[in-house]
């Protein structure tokens, strides 16, 4: 016969209060954990794959869109607890509008991601549509109302204040949980871990609602990470990190709405530290290189550190370990004083100026360098637009060489060739005559864009295609790619 509770030593007593949500994240764990496999299968047989070519570090193609297992989870999870006859059920049925809300501005980052994911969708219709929704989110009440930095205490927000800041504050992240899914396991332990700090943190605070969604989604993520961590068997896709992304900016707000003692506005930016401050790093240097701002780009944090150690596991478990250091801090920052708080702001800023400092993010030369060299930058992506706008308009494999020649011309390119399956295309320079000899003096750089479909690129000098230029190349590639899909009765 089982011990009497009164027997039971008072911690033991005290973690029992949390039975649902103990049980709701090991459920969560277990379901993706079991299901991400079944998606795995699904996945390849449908054609929902990520393959391998140009900046993508993977060798096989890998199954994508993983985050429709976890936030189906996530989903069905918070449904069932809608329904528990106890107290959680209960607390969660009186906050029912919050967390449908929350659902549903998840659902529709979601569906940006799938349709991303297979069709792909221009960075700007993107922000746009994230910006429609975190609009209203801050209309369903999702915003910030209170301030309290160290030293000078707590300040309610007027409305507008409080719904600009909201705003900037849930596409922020929604972007940087997007931009840090770069690595194999690093944008679901990221989240693992926000998610498991904002679980704390609504607990200590009292919105035992967001406490449970927050549970849910880090047993999730955690039974997806089994599949997810590298070598990944499954991505994330752009499907997995918007939701994420919009999920965690969402549920950090509402985990510290209450505070109006703590610092209201520093634990969720130390929840999510590493995308932000990896997020702000990516605007500066675009603006400096004179990149827009939506381009990408091999040059983040998770990059670096696998360029340093050559390997991704090890690079995306020294993020973890900051993250953690980064999560203790906001839980200590909910009982610190003041004085202490700014202490420990002070030593996360030494930590990421020192992080900066060896990683070569402060070296002055390279940032002369890429400003030094922004118009010349300009230029280049101004060529590539120009070239993405006239591949849609393409209607033979003809106007498809030519519409590539504003890129072509701005690379050094004299001469392309577009084979498809036998049928060439060209397109030359004017010093160059089409149908030259030019193997001479030109190397020929080949780009496979589909299955048949080779595009060549004769250019003097092989060096000065350098890694930039190589993406703008592989991107329009891609273009290419889709295009001939749409002309293939014809092309």
Same mark, same amino acid.
């Given at each position: 016969m089982l011990a009497s509770t009164s027997a039971w030593p008072p911690w033991l007593?005290?973690?029992?209060?949390?039975? /649902?949500?103990?049980?709701?994240?090991?459920?969560?764990? =277990?379901?993706?954990?079991?299901?991400?496999? %079944?998606?795995?299968?699904?996945?390849?047989?449908?054609?929902? %794959?990520?393959?391998?070519?140009?900046?993508?570090?993977?060798?096989? =193609?890998?199954?994508?869109?993983?985050?429709?297992?976890?936030?189906a989870v996530v989903g069905a999870g918070a449904v069932a607890a809608l329904r528990l006859d106890n107290l959680v059920g209960e607390i969660l049925r009186a906050h029912a509008r919050s967390?449908?809300?929350?659902?549903?501005?998840?659902?529709?980052?979601?569906l940006l991601g799938v349709i991303d994911d297979r069709h792909g969708v221009r960075p700007r219709v993107k922000l746009l549509v994230q910006a429609v929704v975190a609009l209203a989110a801050v209309a369903l009440d999702f915003r910030i109302r209170a301030v309290t930095l160290?030293?000078?205490?707590?300040?309610? @927000?007027?409305?507008?204040?409080?719904?600009?800041? /909201?705003?900037?504050?849930?596409?922020?992240?929604?972007?940087?949980?997007n931009l840090t899914d770069g690595l194999d396991g690093l944008a679901a332990g990221i989240g693992l871990l926000a998610a498991a700090v904002n679980a704390v943190v609504a607990v200590y605070l009292g919105n035992h609602y967001m406490a449970v969604l927050m549970a849910l989604l880090a047993g999730a993520l955690l039974g997806f990470l089994r599949w997810n961590f590298y070598p990944a068997r499954v991505f994330l896709g752009d499907t997995g990190s918007l939701a994420l992304g919009m999920f965690l900016a969402l549920a950090s707000l509402h985990s510290a709405q209450k505070a109006h003692t703590v610092v209201l506005i520093l634990v969720p930016l130390l929840a999510l530290g590493y995308p932000i401050f990896d997020t702000l790093l990516a605007v500066a240097r675009r603006v400096v290189r004179g990149q827009p701002l939506f381009a990408s780009d091999r040059d983040h944090i998770h990059h670096r550190l696998t360029d340093r150690s050559r390997r991704p596991s090890l690079a995306a478990m020294q993020i973890y370990a900051v993250s953690v250091v980064l999560c203790l801090l906001c839980l200590a920052a909910m009982t610190a004083n003041y004085f202490v708080l700014g202490l420990g702001l002070a030593g996360v800023l030494l930590m990421a100026l020192f992080s900066a400092r060896v990683l070569g993010y402060l070296e002055w030369g390279g940032w002369a360098a890429r400003w030094s060299g922004r118009e010349e930058t300009r230029v280049l992506h101004a060529a590539a637009q120009l070239a993405r706008l006239k591949v849609p308009l393409a209607r033979d494999g003809g106007e498809l060489a030519?519409?590539?020649?504003?890129?072509?011309?701005?690379?050094?390119?004299?001469?392309?060739?577009?084979? @498809?399956?036998?049928? %060439?295309?060209?397109?030359?320079?004017?010093?160059? /005559?089409?149908? =030259?000899? *030019? *193997? /001479?003096?030109?190397?020929?750089?080949e780009l496979p864009i589909a299955a048949g479909a080779v595009v060549r690129l004769f250019v003097a000098d092989p060096a000065a295609i350098d890694e930039e230029r190589q993406q703008l190349i592989e991107d329009l590639g891609r273009a290419v790619a889709a295009r001939l899909e749409q002309l293939k009765p014809t092309a």
């Open positions: 007593l005290y973690f029992r209060q949390f039975d /649902s949500y103990f049980l709701l994240f090991a459920t969560a764990a =277990a379901a993706t954990a079991i299901f991400t496999p %079944v998606y795995i299968l699904a996945a390849h047989r449908l054609g929902w %794959v990520d393959r391998p070519g140009g900046r993508k570090r993977h060798e096989r =193609a890998t199954a994508t869109m993983g985050g429709l297992v976890v936030f967390i449908y809300a929350l659902l549903g501005c998840t659902l529709c980052m979601a160290p030293w000078l205490g707590s300040a309610e @927000l007027p409305p507008l204040a409080g719904a600009v800041l /909201s705003l900037l504050w849930i596409v922020g992240i929604t972007n940087a949980l030519r519409a590539l020649a504003p890129l072509a011309a701005e690379i050094g390119c004299r001469r392309l060739t577009l084979d @498809l399956a036998g049928r %060439v295309f060209e397109w030359a320079e004017a010093a160059a /005559s089409p149908g =030259a000899d *030019s *193997s /001479s003096t030109s190397a020929a750089l």
